[in-house]
Every structure is written in C-alpha cells, then in structure tokens.
C-alpha cells in the first residue's frame, strides 16, 4: 500500500487514491497536561482551540512547515496513518513533502516520526515538487517551470527543470504571520482582543492586497482590551489589507529575488510559461495580479491549490521503484529513506 502525505503547519492531507483525500485535517491535536492522553485531533480539536481550561493544551505541532513539538507529530501521524491502513500485515510505503530549505536534522525527524508507525519505507518530495506533479506540470523536461506553494506556515517557491531544483528559496512568514498581523491590528485600531481562529476566519473571508472592486465587512468578536467585556466591531477589507500588506509585499520580494536568481535559459521559459500558484494561501484575494503586475510575468493560481502538494505526492507513488533503483542518481525525484 502507498500513502501520500502531506504535513502541513495548518493542515495535514492523506491520500491513498489519486481521486480524494482520505484525510484532510487541521494539524491541531488536543492533550491533558496531566497524564498527556491524547483528547482530541483535527477539527475536533481546533473547536477548542482557545476554549480550554488550564488541563487541556491546544497545539498546532509544526511550525514553518517542520517538527517543532516531535511526540506530537508522532501522535498525529500515528493516527493519520492508523486511520487509513486498514491491513496492519503490508507496510505501507509513505512519500511526504518537505519545504526547500530544510536541515538533515529536520528531515530526519520527519522520517523519524513517519518511520514510528512501522513503514515499509519513507520517501520524501520537496513541496514545490509535489505541488508543480500534482497540478499537471511537467518538471522532468529540459524546460524551467516555476511555483510557489503558500501555506499557512511556509512560503516554498522553486524554479524546477529536468527533475530537480535549480533555485529555491524558504520563508516562513505566510498565512500564520498575517493573522498575528490582524489579531495586532485590531487590538491597536480597534481596542479588541480577538483570538487566532478568529484572525484566521477574517483573513479568509475579507484579507486582500489590492483594492478589491467592493468594499467587504466582516465582524470580529472578542474582549474589549481595557473593560475585559465581550465586544464586536465590523471591519473593512481596506482595513485588512493594510493590516497584512508588509508581509504580501515580503512574499512578493521572495519571489522577485528567485527570479533574479535563475539562471538565463530558464527565465525565458517562466516568461513564456509564466508562475503557477499554489497552497491555500494562494487564494488570497488580489494576490495574483499583484504578483503579475510587479513580475511582468503571467500567474495562474492552480485548481484546488491546497490539494496540489499532496496530489503530486501521490503522483510520485508511482515512482518509488525508480526512486529505489536510483538510490544515488544526482537528480532524484524523492529521496529514499
Ligand atoms: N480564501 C482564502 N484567502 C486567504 N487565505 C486563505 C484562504 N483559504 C485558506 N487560506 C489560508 O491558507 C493557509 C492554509 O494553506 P495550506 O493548507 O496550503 O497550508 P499548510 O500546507 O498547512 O501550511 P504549510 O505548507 O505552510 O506548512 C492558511 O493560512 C489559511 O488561512
Ligand atoms: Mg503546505
């Protein structure tokens, strides 16, 4: 059996079909600080987020796309894995990704952490190479295509061509960071404390990073900084949007800079083939004709662009006895562990 997985700072998906996810979960899971037992996963566990008492502990494990908190991620993989392996007499084979600029340390955690639930064998993909494979691109031609995954946690961008990665680059101040950036706005502006799911539901329905064609409200509720009541206020997207603009124009420099970085040959292609988009984030509204407009060069944000990373994941499945065989070639697809 062959699983694809995809670990993200937000959100995790399993795939065990090229059709669906067979798990598509918030990377949240929920423990009693007291004896450690395992409360609650995904969205059941991000209801409570910022609900629970002084017992129970909320946490997201993995931040900028890697293992921060390792007996966690073990725990959620384990569930994940256990939730759509349904014989425990063939170990399954698992191809993962993992963001560009990452340590051995931190890969080897998450072979780690993948290998704890008894595996056959652990693959790992680059995210913008599973994300360019799952929306149909060809990256094992002599020809540069270009792709930025944007996430909640990591923005991975990646200039690709005969398989392998010419220029990448990592930054981890991405979805996450611009609900930090709302939740700050808002106290500051508005005298309201609002929590981080909150943040997150603004962001989502209003956030923007060019004007929009009408101007959208959205009502945050939360508790008034100096009278500690509960309070709501109606924002703007205006408003939003400068809230979150110094971290767009940060992820718009980020690929400016790949840009500036790829070699000649490779350039024209992307400039005849333009920028393909992918990860939630992508959806954030104005975004693209930001990026094209600053770039001079055509964007398209992929279908379901938050399903590319672990659809391309599964993709590469199909591959794992070649990854095998050429254990040691110089431009692997995956990594065999
Ligand atoms: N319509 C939308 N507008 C703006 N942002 C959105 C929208 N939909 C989702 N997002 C954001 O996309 C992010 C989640 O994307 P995704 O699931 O690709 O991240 P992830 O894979 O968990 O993170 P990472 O790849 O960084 O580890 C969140 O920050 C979420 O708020
Ligand atoms: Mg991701």
Do not use: W
């Not at 392996?85 to 698992?94: I, L, Y």
């Not at 652990?122 to 149909?136: D, P, Q, S, Y």
């Not at 279908?303 to 994941?313: A, S």
Request: charged share 25%.
């Amino acid at each position: 059996m062959d699983i694809a997985l995809d670990l993200g700072t937000a959100n995790s998906r399993v795939r065990i079909s090229p059709e669906e996810n067979a798990i598509d979960e918030p990377s949240v899971i929920a423990y009693d600080t007291e004896d450690i037992e395992i409360l609650a996963y995904g969205k059941d566990a991000y209801q409570m987020l910022g609900r629970t008492s002084a017992k129970i502990n909320v946490v997201f494990p993995l931040e900028g796309g890697v293992i921060a908190q390792s007996g966690l991620v073990e725990e959620l993989v384990n569930i994940f894995l256990h939730e759509v392996c349904t014989s425990r007499v063939v170990m399954p084979r698992v191809v993962a990704c993992i963001p560009g600029e990452i340590t051995e340390v931190e890969k080897r955690a998450v072979v780690g952490a993948i290998s704890s639930f008894g595996v056959r064998r652990v693959l790992l993909i680059e995210a913008t190479k599973a994300a360019a494979f799952g929306t149909g691109l060809d990256i094992m031609s002599p020809h540069g295509v270009m792709v930025a995954d944007l996430g909640a946690g990591t923005i991975d961008i990646a200039v690709m061509s005969l398989g392998g990665i010419s220029v990448t680059k990592t930054i981890k101040t991405a979805g996450n960071a611009m609900d930090d950036e709302i939740i700050k706005y808002i106290r500051r502006q508005h005298g309201l404390i609002i929590g981080k799911a909150m943040a997150k539901a603004c962001k989502e329905a209003i956030a923007c990073v060019i004007k929009p064609d009408a101007e959208r409200t959205f009502r945050v509720k939360g508790r008034d900084s100096l009278r500690g009541l509960p309070r709501a206020v109606e924002v703007t997207s205006t408003e939003i949007m400068q809230a979150i603009a110094d971290i767009g124009v940060n992820i718009i420099n980020t690929i400016v800079d790949v840009l500036e970085d790829t070699p000649p040959e490779l350039l024209a292609d992307i400039h005849s083939d333009g920028i393909t988009l992918t990860g939630g984030l992508s959806q954030l509204y104005g975004f693209r004709e930001l990026l094209e407009k600053e770039t001079g060069i055509r964007v398209r944000v992929a279908d379901d662009p938050q399903d590319c990373v672990v659809k391309g994941c599964f993709r590469a499945t199909k591959y794992i006895e070649e990854a095998e065989a050429q254990k040691s070639s110089l431009n692997p697809l995956m990594t065999v562990y």
